[in-house]
């Protein structure tokens, strides 16, 4: 890479690291590109100049920086272990949980943000079936295609929420009435 592209890859992970932290703590609609400017260190321009619009910028920070984290951190999970699906979805919402219900809210007036809701929701239903795919597995469908979705529900960040933000729930409890829920659901025997 000669020594230009070099320069605008830097700039480019400028701008990129600049939105991340600004819309780590702002709603989509709250954040305008003079801001990630700033925050960068360019001018505006530079960043219309690399992504085009602030729906462009955020599809490509969540494409390239958020949703490989998520996945990678999804990807912890022992198939089957009650305990490591709810401890990974736990953690996981423990830090971007904010964040997902600002995106979510936001889905709703912009539809930039409701491809990215619908790709995580996707991904979601996907990694629900892969981190529960041996309790699955032992259902006849059409069973099993509800059981996945209701568990899918139970693993949502809306219910993290309700425990975590709306009833007070630590983290620790909001753990064990995920696994009660999931157990429940799965007709399996409660864990001591």
Do not use: C
């Not at 321009?45 to 984290?69: C, D, W, Y």
């Not at 981190?131 to 099993?144: D, H, M, T, V």
């Not at 995920?178 to 409660?190: D, G, K, Q, T």
């Amino acid at each position: 890479m000669d020594s230009r592209a070099a320069a605008a890859q830097r700039t480019r992970e400028a701008i990129l690291e600049a939105a991340e932290t600004l819309f780590t703590d702002r709603a989509f609609d709250e954040v305008t590109l003079a801001d990630v400017a700033a925050a960068a260190g360019v001018a505006q321009q530079t960043v219309v100049n690399h992504f085009g619009s602030k729906e462009r910028l955020v599809l490509t920070g969540m494409q390239e920086r958020i949703a490989p984290r998520i996945a990678a951190q999804r990807a912890t999970v022992r198939p089957g272990d009650l305990d490591s699906v709810v401890d990974v979805t736990v953690d996981d919402y423990e830090s971007t949980g904010l964040n997902t219900l600002r995106l979510l809210a936001a889905a709703e007036r912009f539809e930039t943000m409701a491809e990215i809701a619908r790709g995580g929701r996707a991904f979601h239903h996907g990694w629900v079936r892969h981190a529960l795919g041996p309790q699955l597995e032992r259902l006849e469908e059409p069973a099993r295609d509800e059981a996945a979705r209701l568990l899918a529900v139970v693993l949502d960040v809306r219910t993290w929420a309700q425990l975590r933000l709306d009833d007070g729930r630590s983290a620790e409890e909001t753990r064990r009435d995920l696994r009660r829920m999931l157990e429940a659901l799965l007709h399996e025997p409660r864990a001591a």
